[in-house]
């Protein structure tokens, strides 16, 4: 199925007949943006709210129908063979839908260009000649910057037509990188349209090596959810958690470029320090401890032991009456609460109107006859108040953490049997802090104390929550995203031979434990459509050791020629290294040079001697910069066309343990789309030489 390229500008030229009806369509598209620039609200809103919600209802819609200069409106064609969802005639020809970013009408309310999203255009991306799904040909377009260049026909019914890879498919995957994250949608593959397509009930997690389309699956899931599930999600709302800040700006084009304007994004300590600053870091032993799931139950057992059984009975005077709650009434009500295992905050607001409601009951039996804001007054007695405030004390979680951390017989006598007496010494500090305000909380802590703020007053729950690279989650990084989608679903992606930190994820079935959806659905990716195959069998070397079981990625792509392996002499390698980025350069596309995090400083100075400009990650890429200095431990996540991978060993020998540093090494040398450059000095590691 051969491209065919701009022959003559002719009404019998293909070519020419879509470009026409590309230009319609923007112009189609222009118009709607009009209309709804010109729409007046004045008299239709009864007042001055109604009009503030529905102008800026209008003003997303203006804002959603902005014409995209350089992502193409529309990417594909289906020629249908019969009328979809209809009777026809005999011999009559089937319709033809233009497949794209968003929904276009023309003038008389007929459609141009169909949202991608729409079931009718899910042909597009699972019709095969095996199963044509009705389609008798499936066209793709090719572009060059927002110009229509080529087309593609595949034959789904032609026997005669030999089955082939996509050129303009493959062009597109290739096609070298320069400013964010680009468009993705016309190269969503089968696979990863099932996955992207199912249900909004149901969590859903990829497992998938590098290059496989993980971020793309994730980005695509959200996007189409929310075309699908409009009205709710736009209740419950949605959120994108990524690794890091780097990593979030570099995807935050692609969902305006999927029909998407609205989807909050976060990082995991984003979500978790409402309360405090993280201005420490933890050892890595301490880290692992405080991630631990069995933190959970400590934390439990510390707020519990605020509620301390009563001694007294209360007495509550009304007027010239007293009423007096014995203390065991009390004990059992309690108990009741501690049963129900009700939210620490809601069983403090609840006891003071189970012991107003014990005196309503003597009132009553006395002859009074009180309602519902007497017992509101009695809740709010000076002798009620100070019973709950003795028996179920308010607790500050932030200052509950701080108890634990600080306070060895305190967490000794609530870790008893959950964690060893060296694990407790490693989170204890050494130095306790006197405030809140004055503790150098680390990320973990925060965590913590996440945790406890939970344990006291329920977490507010989204409809729907991507998970990118959550393979790095700790234990207890799970179930504080596990708390932001408890009454929703999740998308759970990431690989877990990139988990680069010591408390990553072992297997899906535990994260998914932790996060709160054991009954998730766990999927593979394992087709590759980025790395080129020699970089990827190069770096599935590492597998065996870093994730043994684990399925190699198989790349599709065939690129001779695109790994280089050298040995070059200490003195004389960041000379190398520059001129490798130097010979990176004359290349189209975008170059990453990758380093240990102790080398960037001496290579920023390499690379400024040398008169190279840079970038950090993150930035985006120009076409005067187009080279990024990369810290390995920001890499994950990252894609450059080429990289130039400076030292392997210390990229190993930079993490806390050769495994972690192996997994690090993995990412790095899995980053490039055309072309990868190693150079070393040491020895490379035992698995890659």
């Not at 992502?71 to 011999?91: I, K, M, S, W």
């Not at 959120?239 to 305006?256: A, D, K, T, W």
């Not at 690379?607 to 993150?618: D, K, M, V, W």
């Amino acid at each position: 199925m051969p491209a065919h390229e701009f022959e003559s500008d002719t009404t019998t030229d293909p070519l020419a007949h879509e470009r026409a009806h590309l230009a319609a369509s923007r112009a189609a598209l222009r118009a709607m943006r009009e209309d709804a620039q010109a729409l007046d609200i004045r008299d239709v809103t009864a007042n001055w709210v109604n009009a503030a919600v529905l102008q800026a209802q209008i003003d997303e819609r203006i804002k959603s129908l902005a014409d995209l200069a350089h992502t193409p409106l529309f990417f594909g064609r289906l020629d249908y063979l019969h009328v979809v969802g209809a009777e026809q005639a005999e011999g009559a020809e089937g319709e033809q839908f233009y497949i794209g970013r968003r929904h276009v009408h023309d003038a008389a309310g007929d459609p141009m260009v169909i949202d991608w999203r729409a079931p009718v255009s899910q042909p597009f991306y699972r019709a095969s000649r095996k199963d044509p799904l009705d389609v008798g040909r499936r066209r793709r377009f090719g572009y060059t910057g927002g110009d229509l260049t080529a087309y593609e026909d595949e034959h789904l019914t032609d026997p005669a037509e030999a089955e082939q890879t996509s050129k303009l498919l493959q062009a597109e995957i290739e096609r070298p990188r320069v400013g964010p994250m680009r468009d993705i949608v016309a190269t969503i593959q089968p696979e990863q349209d099932e996955i992207v397509r199912s249900e909004l009930g149901g969590t859903v997690c990829v497992q998938g090596g590098p290059g496989t389309g993980k971020t793309a699956v994730g980005l695509h899931r959200v996007a189409y959810l929310l075309y699908a599930h409009r009205e709710r999600l736009a209740r419950t709302g949605t959120l994108v958690v990524g690794p890091n800040r780097s990593f979030l700006h570099y995807i935050e084009q692609v969902l305006p470029a999927l029909g998407e304007l609205e989807v909050k994004q976060a990082t995991v300590e984003d979500l978790v320090t409402g309360q405090i600053e993280v201005r420490g870091t933890d050892e890595a032993p301490a880290a692992v401890v405080k991630g631990d799931a069995r933190m959970a139950e400590v934390l439990r057992r510390a707020l519990r032991s605020h509620v301390t059984p009563p001694a007294e009975p209360v007495m509550v005077v009304r007027g010239s009456r007293r009423w007096r709650v014995p203390a065991y009434e009390i004990e059992e009500m309690v108990q009741e609460l501690l049963t129900r295992d009700m939210r620490y905050g809601a069983a403090h607001e609840a006891l003071p109107q189970r012991i107003a409601h014990a005196v309503l009951v003597r009132m009553e039996q006395a002859g009074e006859a009180p309602d519902d804001r007497v017992q509101n007054a009695v809740a709010r007695n000076p002798a009620v108040k100070a019973a709950v405030k003795a028996i179920w004390p308010a607790v500050d979680p932030a200052k509950l953490v701080l108890r634990l951390l600080s306070d060895p017989e305190f967490l000794a006598e609530h870790a008893a049997g959950l964690l060893t007496e060296d694990e407790q010494k490693a989170i204890l500090w050494t130095k306790p802090a006197r405030s809140v305000k004055t503790a150098k909380w680390s990320a973990a802590d925060a965590v913590l104390i996440d945790e406890a703020a939970d344990l006291v007053s329920r977490t507010h729950s989204l409809g729907h929550v991507v998970i990118d690279e959550a393979q790095d989650l700790s234990p207890m990084q799970y179930r504080a995203v596990g708390r932001r989608c408890s009454t929703g679903s999740a998308t759970v992606l990431g690989d877990l031979a990139q988990g680069t930190t010591p408390w990553s994820t072992q297997s899906w079935e535990q994260a998914l434990s932790h996060l709160g959806k054991a009954d998730a659905v766990v999927e593979e990716l394992t087709a590759g459509f980025r790395v080129p195959r020699d970089v990827i069998a190069y770096a599935s070397r590492l597998l065996p050791v870093i994730s043994p079981g684990l399925t190699p990625v198989e790349s599709v792509r065939e690129s001779p020629g695109s790994l280089s392996v050298r040995e070059v002499a200490l003195d004389g390698l960041d000379a190398a290294v520059v001129a490798a980025c130097e010979e990176s350069l004359t290349h189209e596309g975008s170059i990453g040079l990758i380093a240990a995090d102790a080398r960037v400083p001496a290579l920023a100075d390499a690379l400024t001697a040398a008169g190279h400009t840079y970038l950090s990650p993150g930035q985006e890429t120009t076409a005067e910069t187009r080279l990024t200095l990369v810290p390995a431990s920001l890499a994950k996540g990252l894609e450059y066309d080429y990289v130039v991978l400076d030292e392997p060993a210390a990229v190993v020998d930079g993490e806390p343990d050769e495994r972690t540093g192996l997994r690090r090494l993995y990412v790095a040398l899995t980053r490039a789309v055309s072309g990868l450059a190693v150079l070393h000095s040491a020895p490379l590691p035992g698995e890659l030489a």
